[in-house]
């Protein structure tokens, strides 16, 4: 068990592109930290840095407290689990996993102990004797975790490990990886392009996008206080709605309607170089049918009708759907995003998603009034992303770039 | 629908069949040569009507067969393993490695495979007779390496690109060394493949005919296919028509040996599992 420091860490390709510029991060002793990001955001070249299967082009990356840049992956001690699984097919379970302790040259007795002990955690013990071949994808995947945990390395590095099983699988595998995590305390570092993963499992989470660091923090602070506009829209599912926004006297314009400032919001617009053109964001779950709003809240946010798209029923909520007329927030980050996502994650810009209650009676094509949480606003810069709501208070343990 | 898996069935019965008759036929007419007497050679009759061993015994009474036979084997045996060696090292360079002039390697391994032998044989054939290596050992077993290296590079580099590098990298996790990564995790997956060329660069070693004929002139280096085309029967005038066919059974015999005893080691699909596929 070790805690690993990357200082200035920097990967460039010799066709001189940059695939990870000067990140500096802490991982602390047992800490189980997620890199998070669309692909080729450089969370796995990050990744097989630390492993050493990819050299550190400038940078410290220290293990342990001890400097690593030069030692090959077998000197690094750290166990490493692939998206693929990399089992030796020509080995049986057993096999593979007693294969790194063989290397060690440890004595027989002990790797059978230390095999049957991990097999028995991972609940692989009947199939020891098997081929990779023969077993279901979910059992791979925990052979895979299997020899990695088998000779207890300083610390676990896993690229995508669950991105290969099924849904339903992948959410029970993703409490097992969590809880083998919690009993071996034992230092992990996860890379994902999934962000639920991303937040069920992470202590603490980086957001990584073009080889920089967006945000760093726990999942909660993540979701609640975004850094910028590509952090909003990537944590959390569905995504936070931006709309384009302009400040007039005190009033905030918006497709919905004139918002009023209130004393937060207006603190965030007082300085000088405040842009009058914003974006607002908003979550989902911060909207909810005016009807069943309590008399001492509705002062705390805005009413607006609007006719109704589409009703999904998720039995716990109702995700409904409206079409917002006007201009369309427009920013590089909510480009990307989109590209990122293909369309498929993001909701088109022009449809408004919120969550309401399940007690709401709001119906398809039928005008609905909708209350929406002005307290849980964000305004962010169009021009560079910056969440100009974000105060200094609310960071707190967010570590900034 | 079980009507026509059954046609179906047929059909491909009939097919398989016939190819395999076709095939077969030549070899088996061999066969049955080799086993008839010399009066009855000519008779037309697919089995010999009178069966003898005579043909067998002849051939290996003659020191020229037994002395082929011993040249064959092992010159078509040191050829294959320098190959495949030398094979399996460059097809994991070529496709593992990014370095500077590897398409060049590949482009001169294929023009080698797509240069006329035939061309070759005079120059050769001069070089050998300044250098001493005419009628040796050696003066076959270069060219031979030559010809079967880009045949073992090309079905090589196949069989290494389809192991998952991955593999590669969790043996390096799990603390081995890059020498021990290959030798543990990658070699025994490539054994199919190593196999394979094995059989394919004895095959090609062994059928030679071109450099064999021109490159060698006494028993000491003469292969089993050039001793075939210098037998006589036992006197000027016998036909050496059984003989020549007891021969070529028994050439046939090892290659029918190599074959099977590497076949058990060819299992398809040894990589499935290894990684999701």
């Known amino acids: 068990m070790a805690d690993i420091v990357l200082d200035k860490v920097t990967k460039k390709y010799p066709d001189g592109t940059t695939a990870v510029h000067e990140v500096d991060l802490e991982i602390a002793d047992g800490e189980f930290i997620i890199l998070v990001g669309p692909s080729g955001c450089g969370k796995s070249t990050t990744l097989n840095m630390i492993a050493?299967?990819?050299?550190?082009?400038?940078?410290?990356?220290?293990?342990?407290?001890?400097?690593?840049?030069?030692?090959?992956?077998?000197?690094?001690?750290?166990?490493?689990?692939?998206?693929?699984?990399?089992?030796?097919?020509?080995?049986?379970?057993?096999?593979?996993?007693?294969?790194?302790?063989?290397?060690?040259?440890?004595?027989?007795?002990?790797?059978?102990?230390?095999?049957?002990?991990?097999?028995?955690?991972?609940?692989?013990?009947?199939?020891?004797?098997?081929?990779?071949?023969?077993?279901?994808?979910?059992?791979?995947?925990?052979?895979?975790?299997?020899?990695?945990?088998?000779?207890?390395?300083?610390?676990?590095?896993?690229?995508?490990?669950?991105?290969?099983?099924?849904?339903?699988?992948?959410?029970?595998?993703?409490?097992?990886?969590?809880?083998?995590?919690?009993?071996?305390?034992?230092?992990?570092?996860?890379?994902?392009?999934?962000?639920?993963?991303?937040?069920?499992?992470?202590?603490?989470?980086?957001?990584?996008?073009?080889?920089?660091?967006?945000?760093?923090?726990?999942?909660?602070?993540?979701?609640?206080?975004?850094?910028?506009?590509?952090?909003?829209?990537?944590?959390?599912?569905?995504?936070?709605?931006?709309l384009s926004a302009t400040v007039e006297e005190s009033l905030l314009r918006t497709p919905l309607g004139d918002l009023p400032l209130g004393d937060?919001?207006?603190?965030?617009?007082?300085?000088?170089?405040?842009?009058?053109?914003?974006?607002?964001?908003?979550?989902?779950?911060?909207?909810?049918?005016?009807?069943?709003?309590?008399?001492?809240?509705?002062?705390?946010?805005?009413?607006?009708?609007?006719?109704?798209?589409?009703?999904?029923?998720?039995?716990?909520?109702?995700?409904?759907?409206?079409?917002?007329?006007?201009?369309?927030?427009?920013?590089a980050d909510l480009e990307d995003l989109a590209a990122d996502a293909g369309g498929a994650d993001l909701p088109p810009q022009d449809s408004l998603v919120t969550r309401l209650s399940a007690e709401s009676r709001v119906r398809d094509g039928v005008d609905a009034r909708v209350w929406m949480n002005l307290d849980k606003i964000h305004l962010f810069d169009p021009r560079d992303g910056r969440n100009i709501t974000l105060h200094e208070d609310k960071t707190a343990g967010v570590t900034t770039v | 629908m079980a009507a026509a898996t059954t046609s179906a069935k047929v059909k491909w019965g009939v097919l398989d069949a016939v190819v395999v008759v076709f095939a077969l036929i030549p070899v088996l007419w061999i066969a049955s040569l080799s086993f008839k007497t010399p009066a009855t050679l000519t008779d037309g009759n697919f089995i010999p009507r009178e069966w003898t061993f005579d043909n067998y015994k002849l051939i290996f009474q003659t020191d020229q067969f037994v002395r082929a036979l011993i040249n064959s084997i092992g010159i078509a045996l040191i050829s294959t393993l320098i190959a495949v060696v030398l094979g399996t090292m460059a097809a994991y360079a070529i496709s593992r490695l990014d370095f500077p002039g590897k398409q060049l390697l590949v482009g001169v391994s294929l023009l080698i495979a797509m240069f006329p032998q035939v061309s070759l044989v005079s120059p050769l054939f001069n070089i050998e007779r300044n250098t001493g290596l005419f009628d040796t050992?050696?003066?076959?077993?270069?060219?031979?390496?030559?010809?079967?290296?880009?045949?073992?590079?090309?079905?090589?580099?196949?069989?290494?690109?389809?192991?998952?590098?991955?593999?590669?990298?969790?043996?390096?996790?799990?603390?081995?060394?890059?020498?021990?990564?290959?030798?543990?995790?990658?070699?025994?997956?490539?054994?199919?493949?190593?196999?394979?060329?094995?059989?394919?660069?004895?095959?090609?070693?062994?059928?030679?005919?071109?450099?064999?004929?021109?490159?060698?002139?006494?028993?000491?280096?003469?292969?089993?296919?050039?001793?075939?085309?210098?037998?006589?029967?036992?006197?000027?005038?016998?036909?050496?028509?059984?003989?020549?066919?007891?021969?070529?059974?028994?050439?046939?015999?090892?290659?029918?040996?190599?074959?099977?005893?590497?076949?058990?080691?060819?299992?398809?699909?040894?990589?499935?599992?290894?990684?999701?596929?």
């Not at chain 1, 911060?286 to 999904?312: K, N, S, Y």
């Not at chain 2, 290959?182 to 090609?204: D, M, Q, S, Y």
């Not at chain 2, 292969?223 to 006589?232: E, H, I, K, M, R």
């Open chain 1, 52 to 242: 050493g299967l990819e050299d550190i082009s400038s940078g410290e990356l220290r293990i342990a407290g001890e400097r690593v840049n030069e030692k090959q992956p077998k000197d690094r001690d750290i166990a490493m689990v692939f998206q693929s699984y990399a089992l030796y097919p020509n080995m049986t379970v057993g096999e593979n996993m007693a294969f790194p302790l063989r290397l060690a040259k440890m004595d027989k007795a002990l790797i059978k102990q230390k095999v049957d002990d991990a097999a028995r955690v991972l609940e692989l013990t009947e199939y020891l004797d098997r081929k990779p071949a023969n077993l279901s994808g979910g059992q791979r995947q925990r052979v895979a975790m299997g020899r990695a945990i088998v000779r207890s390395p300083k610390a676990f590095l896993m690229d995508e490990p669950l991105s290969n099983l099924d849904a339903k699988l992948r959410v029970q595998m993703r409490t097992q990886v969590s809880r083998l995590q919690k009993q071996l305390n034992t230092t992990t570092v996860y890379v994902t392009h999934d962000q639920t993963e991303a937040m069920t499992l992470g202590d603490r989470v980086v957001v990584m996008r073009g080889g920089y660091i967006q945000q760093l923090g726990d999942p909660q602070t993540l979701y609640d206080n975004p850094k910028n506009l590509f952090v909003a829209g990537f944590i959390g599912s569905p995504s936070m709605n931006f």
């Open chain 1, 264 to 331: 937060r919001l207006r603190s965030s617009l007082s300085g000088a170089d405040a842009p009058r053109q914003l974006i607002l964001g908003i979550r989902p779950e911060h909207f909810e049918d005016a009807r069943l709003i309590e008399e001492h809240q509705r002062e705390r946010g805005f009413e607006f009708t609007m006719p109704v798209d589409l009703v999904e029923s998720m039995g716990s909520d109702k995700y409904v759907y409206f079409t917002v007329e006007g201009e369309h927030a427009t920013a």
């Open chain 2, 137 to 277: 050992w050696p003066g076959l077993i270069l060219p031979y390496i030559t010809f079967a290296l880009p045949l073992a590079i090309y079905t090589l580099s196949a069989f290494f690109k389809q192991i998952p590098w991955d593999l590669e990298k969790a043996a390096k996790m799990d603390g081995a060394t890059q020498g021990e990564a290959f030798r543990r995790v990658i070699a025994p997956l490539a054994a199919p493949g190593v196999f394979t060329t094995a059989i394919l660069v004895f095959i090609f070693c062994w059928n030679d005919f071109l450099f064999a004929i021109s490159l060698t002139s006494t028993e000491r280096s003469r292969t089993v296919p050039v001793a075939l085309s210098f037998f006589t029967g036992a006197s000027q005038f016998e036909d050496p028509t059984g003989a020549i066919s007891a021969a070529a059974v028994v050439i046939t015999i090892p290659i029918i040996l190599f074959v099977l005893f590497f076949q058990k080691r060819i299992v398809a699909g040894l990589t499935s599992g290894a990684v999701k596929g």
